[in-house]
């Protein structure tokens, strides 16, 4: 996409999401429309069709009488002109006389309905939202409680979290809801109140249960799936956050209104306050623990600064919960749910920019977004009492949960995908698989080399040796090594052959030879080789470094050619430990997968590991004549273990190792990002000071060792690579 077309893009995008959450909120708010309101004590239904429309909200204007719990037979009250309140609404305010609320007490609700002329058969009033007790009496009967109503907090016996007053329908009825609060922060109806035909109201409240315990069984098997992957691999904490999420939300759904009070209807004995508690505290935890995973997924440049200010909100949260009585309906919670909507921001911003950017697989969080979006809208819009219900709202908290997983599952498929690859090409002998992977990583190597078997053939050879002998890998596989000799009656050839065809030299020396004649095609080479042994898959090889001589008869320059020789090239050393690392975090990669076949991965972690022992002998053969050099390669070595030991253990990455260990300086550049100079210079060869900090990298390597996880097959190494680094010192 080009930068002239983003800005278009962006506002078809952004026109986009606003006609579908538009859409949305024309859809929430149609049954809104559909009906009339009570008024002054009254609701006319008379023209509503239970059977095509199905229930009716009796919102409105319902006759109250504060501070007294009225039976029916006390209706009309002697007073001329009686009060009224808004329903849904809890007690705050004032009454449409303008009598101050309390939000503990009591207080008795009076409606008269008008149904149509032909209703018939059984009807039903449910009401939720009750702060604490009701009571409900229909043309004077007690149908339905939800515990004992009182105007003392003694005798108030809160058990229920809705009722449902079942009756046979007649041309008007008469409603009283008796309604005490000494148990709440709040007091007042703060649910809708919705009247039709029994069989509709049951199964509004079993779909309600029903979609409840889908989620919330969805989001808790997803918890036990996700903690299980975690404790298989803690390194990888994301599991763990995401698996948490899952869990308190699935808590959250079955305790939510949204679920028809799903524990309280499965009979969950617990007290009404315990109740509220655990419906309202979730909340605190879910969106620390999104961004917490969002980090871990994902990290962005504020994303640590965004977290933690979460974590602050969602404690300062959770104290407040546990410090204060059950608090259904506080403000304070509708100010921590805005403060909260943030964090989605934030989360949706990151999204967008992801999708910009074109990040692989990102638009499988699209429908998820959406759905949340949606699921948002309803929530506040039924919250707000401008729609009668939230039936969404779960499945839309659910579809954000399938798509993110969705995204970690595709993530899982390609590094799959790239194992198999691997581990398919790996699955032969594992000699042969060494070889082919010495082969593809000396090709990288601006060096000639080759290496004889013990029948001293040649095995492999790089493409530096092809371009320098004039022959292909190919037709140089399996031929004696003698076949690349000119002559072989020369001192120094002869010498050659006696040292190849006997026993070569010892592991881990190396033997130098000059003015060799290699054939070259039709022509001659005059080449110096260094000739070491190492061992691979238990069967000794030689390896052969070949460099061109260059033409001169000066015995000085010979002397400096032989030094050469002698102490191998500083680039190859760096190309070598450059390939180690790449060994090293392939290992890291493989490790960090939750893989299936457990047998097959620790076939490809044996060659991995086989690989980089191989390179580390390589180099310890190649420097072992400078103590120094060998010293330098080390020390790199134990820095690049340290932070791969670091990362591995889920502590972050050199930032953070410098900042926790304190050895090292953390400079903040003007880009706003942290840099770690000296650090850097300590992690390759090229750019190792030349009088490096030997005891920085001995306190980092013990600083990891100390703050990792043993079981990390990275500090193993780390262990193994600083007694060696010691005991060069």
Not at 232 to 256: D, E, H, I, P
Request: with cysteine; glycine share 8%; aromatic share 10%.
């Amino acid at each position: 996409m080009t930068l002239q077309k983003l800005p278009l893009f962006r506002f078809r995008v952004a026109g986009l999401v606003f006609m579908l959450l538009g859409c949305c909120l024309l859809t929430s708010c149609s049954d809104a429309a559909q009906h009339s309101f009570a008024s002054k004590g009254k609701i006319d239904l008379s023209h509503w069709d239970f059977n095509t429309y199905g229930t009716a909200s009796l919102a409105g204007e319902w006759q109250f009488v504060q501070g007294r719990l009225l039976n029916p037979e006390q209706f009309p009250l002697p007073e001329t002109s009686p009060d009224y309140l808004q329903l849904p609404h809890i007690w705050q305010g004032t009454t449409t006389r303008g009598k101050p609320l309390n939000a503990i007490g009591c207080g008795t609700y009076r409606l008269r309905v008008q149904l149509p002329p032909d209703a018939h058969g059984s009807f039903s009033l449910l009401t939720t939202g009750t702060l604490s007790v009701c009571k409900i009496f229909v043309n004077g009967k007690a149908l339905a409680a939800s515990g004992t109503p009182a105007c003392q907090k003694n005798e108030e016996r809160p058990q229920g979290h809705f009722s449902i007053a079942s009756f046979s329908a007649a041309p008007s009825i008469e409603l009283v809801i008796q309604i005490s609060n000494h148990h709440n922060t709040q007091g007042g109806l703060g649910g809708w109140i919705m009247l039709g035909n029994a069989q509709d109201i049951q199964g509004h409240m079993r779909f309600l249960w029903l979609s409840g315990a889908l989620v919330s069984g969805a989001l808790l098997c997803m918890s036990l799936y996700h903690f299980a992957l975690y404790f298989l691999r803690r390194s990888f904490k994301a599991n763990l956050y995401f698996g948490l999420f899952c869990f308190f939300w699935s808590v959250a759904t079955g305790f939510s209104p949204t679920s028809g009070y799903l524990m309280n209807a499965v009979g969950l004995k617990l007290s009404w306050g315990l109740y509220v508690t655990l419906a309202t505290l979730p909340y605190g935890l879910t969106t620390p623990l999104l961004l917490l995973f969002y980090q871990t997924l994902s990290p962005k440049k504020y994303g640590k600064t965004v977290t933690g200010i979460y974590l602050v909100l969602g404690a300062l949260y959770i104290s407040y919960i546990l410090a204060t009585p059950p608090n259904a309906y506080d403000p304070a919670l509708f100010v921590y749910f805005l403060l909260t909507r943030g964090a989605y921001a934030y989360i949706f911003a990151m999204f967008t920019l992801d999708a910009i950017r074109r990040e692989h697989g990102i638009l499988l969080l699209a429908p998820g977004y959406l759905g949340l979006a949606y699921a948002e809208l309803d929530d506040i819009l039924f919250d707000l009492n401008i729609v009668t219900s939230a039936d969404f709202g779960l499945f839309g908290v659910l579809l954000f949960i399938l798509a993110y997983s969705l995204f970690v599952s595709s993530r899982y498929a390609r590094a799959y995908s790239k194992l198999e690859q691997f581990s398919r090409s790996a699955s032969g002998d594992g000699r042969q698989t060494l070889l082919a992977g010495m082969t593809g990583m000396f090709d990288s190597l601006k060096e000639a080399v080759i290496a004889l078997n013990e029948d001293r053939e040649i095995c492999f050879c790089n493409n530096a040796f092809s371009r320098l002998s004039g022959f292909g890998c190919d037709k140089l596989k399996g031929r004696p090594f003698s076949d690349m000799l000119e002559t072989q009656k020369t001192p120094v050839s002869t010498a050659l052959l006696e040292m190849i065809e006997g026993e070569g030299p010892p592991l881990g020396k190396a033997c130098a030879f000059q003015d060799v004649r290699l054939a070259q095609g039709n022509k001659s080479l005059s080449a110096n080789l260094l000739i070491t042994g190492i061992e691979l898959a238990n069967a000794p090889l030689l390896l052969v470094l070949v460099r061109k001589q260059k033409k001169t008869g000066s015995g000085l320059k010979r002397t400096e050619d032989r030094k050469r020789i002698e102490h191998v090239p500083a680039n190859m050393l760096r190309d070598l430990n450059a390939n180690r690392q790449r060994i090293l975090k392939l290992e890291k990669t493989v490790t960090s997968l939750d893989i299936n076949d457990r047998q097959e991965s620790q076939f490809v972690l044996d060659d991995l590991k086989a690989l980089d022992d191989l390179l580390m002998r390589l180099g310890k053969c190649l420097t072992t004549n400078d103590p120094l050099e060998e010293r330098r390669l080390l020390a790199v070595t134990v820095m690049e273990l340290a932070l791969d030991c670091w990362s591995a253990a889920g502590h972050g990455g050199k930032v953070e190792l410098a900042e926790k260990s304190g050895i090292w300086n953390v400079y903040l550049e003007k880009d706003g990002y942290f840099r770690t100079q000296t650090l850097d210079k300590y992690l390759a060869i090229k750019t190792l000071p030349s009088r490096p900090r030997w005891r920085d990298i001995h306190a980092t390597a013990e600083f990891v060792l100390a703050n990792c996880d043993a079981d990390i097959p990275a500090c193993q190494r780390l262990v193994n690579a600083l007694a060696e680094f010691k005991a060069a010192s």
